[in-house]
């Protein structure tokens, strides 16, 4: 019976959000740095409480990547006041959930706790934050536990390779070449003096946002969130950010990749500019109109009429510096990668020459819509929305006024991204064959 008891505050908390519910929420600072966020929404006996760290794989030294994702997974081992364990104990026991993910960016922990256990959320986090062991014995154990990840998510995976291969291609320079789970030899080379010197320079209130979202008083929040986060001490010395210029691509450039599939694939990738700027939002529903949903222009062209793909989809990554699209397709049995190449070349070129009609663009608009309701739908969700949005653009109300960016795009915009930034000689092309092909 006890694991029903978070599925059914997972149900709960999914219906706590209204759509189009305009999101209230109190912002402050305390004198150490930290920024925190509180949302008040009584529909439900919910609360999240979570913590983002501006730290991802782009802020890692070159011969120590998959630091950031590595923290994700070591920060689970324990603390000073937490037996090694025992963190998902204390969870599951008062009857909540708790995960944590890392990207290029940033790196996200929160729990989903009843409201009446808010305390100990915020006493796990603060725990995290100052207390965490960091320690041989714990590297150990993570160590073999993401080697485990890599193999089974990316190394064993079909495909799973793909974007590793594609970004240290589109990328020569930036940090972003590197995947976010990172290097195994790096790991295995570091130094337990390495391990902590990085929970020292990232981990630290001046470098994270406090979220909370869900049944809590504000005033009672605030008491509590001086009770475990006023007397962590800000970091010292200056957080790393990373300032290098991706410079663009001038020409095509081709590669093929022999992989354990049967199908082949054909990868395109391109530089796109970061989240936020105007023409990222005119790329996101470029990629939309390309290959979101059954009706979109991929999925219809080339994997229901002329089935030379058994699957299409197209991409723009949200990320705080200048991040690629992705366009992929997996062919068809017997379809030759270039033919495939040749299909999906055509559907970019009928975007940059031709408008999209108007029911087209009303149902991408309507898709944005719903995606952005769906995303906040959610106190989990308004909690992690809330501090991306801070965190990303200094601005945490963007949960209430990003939908207008998209609003503001027109069939024109659309065009001219298009042209702009998905050019035949700028970008990556990569053929994923079977290793049977290899010569």
């Not at 100990?120 to 990840?149: C, D, F, P």
């Not at 809590?216 to 200056?238: A, H, N, S, W």
């Not at 408008?355 to 898709?367: A, C, G, M, R, S």
Request: hydrophobic fraction near 40%; proline fraction near 5%.
């Amino acid at each position: 019976m006890k694991g029903l008891v978070p599925f059914c505050f997972f149900l709960l908390a999914s219906l706590s959000v209204a759509s189009g519910q305009n999101i209230k929420f109190v912002e402050y600072d305390l004198p150490n740095g930290l920024k925190v966020l509180l949302h008040e929404d009584h529909s439900t006996p919910i609360v999240a409480v979570s913590v983002m760290y501006h730290v991802g794989a782009k802020n890692e030294k070159p011969d120590r990547t998959g630091f950031a994702h590595f923290f994700e997974h070591l920060l689970f081992e324990g603390s000073e006041n937490i037996k090694r364990g025992e963190f998902d104990d204390y969870i599951s026991n008062a009857g909540g959930t708790n995960n944590a993910n890392t990207s290029y960016d940033r790196t996200y922990y929160y729990e989903v706790l009843p409201s009446n256990q808010l305390a100990l959320g915020l006493w796990l986090e603060s725990e995290r934050m100052l207390h965490a062991k960091v320690e041989q014995v714990g590297i150990e154990t993570q160590r073999q536990v993401v080697k485990e990840e890599r193999r089974l998510r990316i190394d064993n995976q079909p495909y799973g390779r793909f974007l590793e291969e594609t970004m240290k291609r589109l990328y020569s320079k930036h940090p972003y070449q590197h995947s976010v789970i990172g290097s195994m030899d790096h790991l295995d080379a570091a130094q337990e003096a390495d391990y902590k010197q990085f929970y020292k320079d990232f981990y630290r209130p001046d470098n994270a946002i406090l979220s909370i979202a869900g049944d809590i008083d504000i005033e009672q929040t605030k008491k509590l969130v001086d009770v475990y986060f006023k007397g962590i001490p800000r970091g010292k010395g200056e957080i790393f950010r990373p300032k290098v210029v991706e410079p663009p691509l001038r020409s095509e450039i081709r590669d093929t990749v022999y992989d354990n599939v049967q199908l082949p694939a054909v990868i395109f990738a391109y530089h796109i500019p970061a989240q936020g700027t105007p023409d990222y939002y005119a790329v996101k529903m470029l990629n939309m109109v390309l290959s979101q949903g059954e009706s979109s222009r991929m999925n219809k062209a080339i994997v229901d009429e002329q089935q030379k793909a058994v699957a299409a989809f197209s991409f723009a990554f949200d990320l705080e510096d200048p991040g690629p699209s992705i366009i992929a397709a997996i062919a068809n049995m017997g379809v030759n990668p270039a033919d495939l190449e040749n299909a999906m070349n055509e559907e970019i070129a009928k975007v940059q020459q031709e408008l999209i009609p108007e029911t087209e663009f009303l149902k991408i608009q309507n898709q944005v819509e719903n995606d952005f309701v769906t995303a906040n739908n959610t106190v989990a969700g308004v909690a992690e929305s809330l501090a991306n949005y801070e965190m990303y653009f200094g601005d945490a109300n963007l949960i209430n006024t990003e939908l207008e960016r998209f609003r503001k795009v027109t069939r024109e915009d659309i065009q001219r991204v298009a042209k702009k930034y998905f050019p035949q000689n700028g970008r990556v092309v990569i053929y994923w064959l079977p290793k049977g092909k290899q010569p």
